[in-house]
């Protein structure tokens, strides 16, 4: 009986033992973990490919936005969305409706009270505006009151204004 028991227990410590074992050699070569992080992209799946509508609209915007990644911009515009309604016939919120936003002149939105800022800028709005507004609203236009920090990834950025593009129209 004595001797069951403590063989039962033997191969109980060498699963403990291997499993520690692994994971301090998981984090032990920082550099290893830093090149499985980089190549982890490449590995995952296939985003799902836009609808054929989607996509025309994707391919007018100029380069890079053009190869944005749609899923990321609304995962993006996520940030966005309590504060603005992107839908068509949508309201004012905090900010601005944004249906229509691409070609619209700034400050322009029906019922919208704007900063003096904003409503005497006097630029459309295009993809390349977007991106300097977005990445610094405060320093691109100073003394609006979009109270957002922007997004200061520039992937970030090029996906929010492809997704902007798609939905904005529709
Ligand atoms: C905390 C609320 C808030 C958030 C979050 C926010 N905005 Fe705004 N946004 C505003 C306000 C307020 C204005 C109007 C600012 C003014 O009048 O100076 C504005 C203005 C704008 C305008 C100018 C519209 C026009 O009619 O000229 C655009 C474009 C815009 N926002 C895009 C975005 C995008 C894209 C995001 C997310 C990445 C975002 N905003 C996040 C509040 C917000």
Same mark, same amino acid.
Do not use: D, K, W
């Given at each position: 009986m004595m001797i069951r028991t403590s063989l039962a227990v033997i191969p109980l410590l060498a699963l403990v033992a291997c499993g520690q074992a692994t994971q301090s050699g998981e984090t032990k070569p920082a550099s290893e973990v830093a090149a499985k992080k980089e190549a982890a992209p490449a590995a995952a799946p296939a985003a799902p490919s836009p609808s054929p509508e989607d996509a025309k609209m994707l391919a007018s915007l100029p380069a890079p936005y053009n190869e944005g990644d749609l899923a990321n911009g609304r995962r993006q515009y996520a940030k966005c969305r309590s504060c603005h309604v992107i839908e068509k016939g949508g309201d004012n919120r905090v #900010? /601005? *409706?944004?249906? #229509?936003?691409?070609g619209r002149t700034a #400050?322009? *939105? *029906?019922g919208f009270t704007y900063s003096p800022a904003l409503k005497g800028a006097g630029f459309v709005w295009d993809a390349g505006k977007l991106d300097q507004w977005l990445a610094d609203p405060k320093g691109f236009l /100073? #003394?609006?009151?979009?109270t957002f920090v922007g997004l200061k990834q520039e992937k970030d950025r090029r996906d929010v204004i492809a997704y902007i593009k798609v939905e904005s129209a529709k």
């Open positions: #900010g /601005p *409706a944004l249906h #229509g936003i691409f #400050g322009t *939105a *029906a /100073p #003394g609006n009151r979009m």
